[in-house]
């Protein structure tokens, strides 16, 4: 039961994070000719924030989970390699959400970076953002993914 609500729970803050994604790009976008304001610094703040609180409840899953690390200890290495639903839960999936959180907590160092033109600020985070939500797209365990089975676009609601 902990596991399921855990998972519903990570489940849900990759919609939140994904929309902070869309909003931090719009933000960017839409102010580029503007100063980088505290609101904008607020924006990133929170998804910086809500990234790490993910990423900490998915290296919980990892580790102490059904997917993940079980399956290298269940199958070893060379045969969780050999199959493409499983390298996805014991490799692709954290190896590419640990480069989004890192491109992410950049933004957070670039937007505190007192000395930059602004201008440069916010196209600096602007294509962070997009690099970010490109690679978290490619690694989230969609349901039209044919080869990890059936994965709910929602997990823990239904």
């Not at 294509?127 to 044919?146: D, S, T």
């Amino acid at each position: 039961m902990l596991n399921s609500g855990i998972l519903g729970l990570h489940s849900l803050l990759r919609w939140a994070i994904i929309i902070f994604l869309v909003i931090n790009i719009s933000r960017s976008f839409l102010n580029k000719n503007n100063p980088y304001s505290p609101l904008d610094r607020s924006w990133n703040l929170r998804l910086v924030i809500i990234t790490h609180i993910n990423f900490l409840i998915g290296l919980y899953q990892y580790f102490f989970g059904e997917k993940g690390f079980a399956l290298i200890k269940t199958y070893g290495m060379a045969d969780v390699m050999k199959s493409s639903n499983l390298r996805f839960w014991a490799v692709e999936h954290i190896t590419g959400m640990l480069l989004a959180i890192i491109l992410i907590t950049i933004t957070s160092v670039v937007s505190k970076k007192p000395s930059e033109n602004d201008v440069k600020k916010h196209s600096k985070l602007m294509w962070l953002y997009i690099v970010a939500l490109i690679v978290i797209i490619a690694v989230v365990p969609w349901p039209f993914r044919h080869n990890l089975g059936d994965v709910p676009l929602f997990r823990g609601l239904y």
